[in-house]
């Protein structure tokens, strides 16, 4: 894996709003089938460098690459070209439409007589569900708001990777849940990587980072303060990393204090 050329790459970005760095020469590199956690105390800059990705935000300085090649995206729509799809917290679902409707949310199949062409849309929300081994939803017409939490996180998730995507960023997927829905949606995370998808996850919940992560990036205040190797490392490393900026070791090469 580490041979293949990064899905994504970041290298030195920058934003700032105003007076407020929000970001100052952050790297990141996510590889095809890993899972590359985002962690940090809030403030850190994840929610600024996630929307940066996503073409909310564009960056003041620095390069994006995707699949070895330079990309600029001024807003969403490159972004969901390039094969980026993004599960923000809120999962922007539609509690009275249903599993079906909220799939091809603004993305509706028609036929040639411009008439909702339901049975496909139908197989494919069908297909997808099942390829995610999604089977707790009793029926893909049932309305979204009939669904517990991590059904809902489900649904958000097999809309993003239905859309030919490369790279998933999921933004706090467990916030909220209970424990069995936490580990239906942590599986559901670990198949994305299996299924060769890119996964970034943002996390304040290091025991969900330390279940599905390959590696493990660290922000604070703005600016890279350590990467991971997660078989390699131990919770209170990382927590040392987040809260305080102590140098840390990658593989055995130190990195720089960033405080």
């Known amino acids: 894996m580490s041979d293949e ?6 290298r030195g970005i ?3 709003f105003g007076s407020v760095e929000a970001l100052s020469d952050v790297d990141l590199e996510v590889r095809r089938g890993e899972v590359m ?3 940090g105390d809030n403030g850190a800059g994840k929610s600024t460098l996630i929307k940066s990705i996503a073409g909310i935000h564009s960056v003041d300085s620095g390069e994006i690459l995707f699949e070895g090649n330079p990309v600029s995206i001024s ?4 972004a969901a070209k390039l094969g980026i799809e993004v599960v923000y917290q809120d999962l922007a679902l539609c509690d009275n439409l249903d599993v079906v409707q909220n799939m091809y949310l603004g993305r509706e199949s028609h ?3 411009q008439v909702l062409n339901e049975p496909v849309m139908e197989h494919r929300t069908a297909t997808t569900l099942k390829s995610l081994a999604v089977t707790t939803i009793r029926s893909i017409r049932q309305p979204v708001a009939t669904l517990s939490g991590g059904q809902r996180q489900s649904v958000a998730v097999a809309r993003a990777v239905m859309w030919n995507s490369k790279l998933v960023i999921l933004d706090e997927p467990t916030a909220a849940l209970g424990v069995a829905q936490t580990e239906q949606v942590l599986s559901l995370v670990r198949r994305l990587g299996e299924q060769g998808l890119s996964v970034i996850l943002i996390s304040h919940n290091l025991h969900d980072v330390f279940e599905v992560a390959d590696r493990i990036t660290v922000l604070r205040l703005g600016r890279n ?3 991971f190797e997660r078989t390699k490392t131990t919770q209170e490393e990382v927590v040392r990393a987040i809260t305080a900026g102590k140098p840390t070791k ?5 990195m720089e204090e960033t405080s």
Do not use: C, H, Q, R
């Not at 050329?5 to 970041?10: D, K, S």
């Not at 990658?250 to 130190?254: D, E, T, Y």
């Open 14 to 16: 920058s934003k700032s």
């Open 37 to 39: 956690a985002l962690v």
């Open 75 to 78: 807003g969403p729509k490159d």
């Open 5 to 10: 050329t990064p899905v994504l790459e970041l």
């Open 225 to 227: 303060a350590g990467l």
């Open 250 to 254: 990658v593989s055995g090469i130190a």
């Open 111 to 113: 036929n040639v007589l």
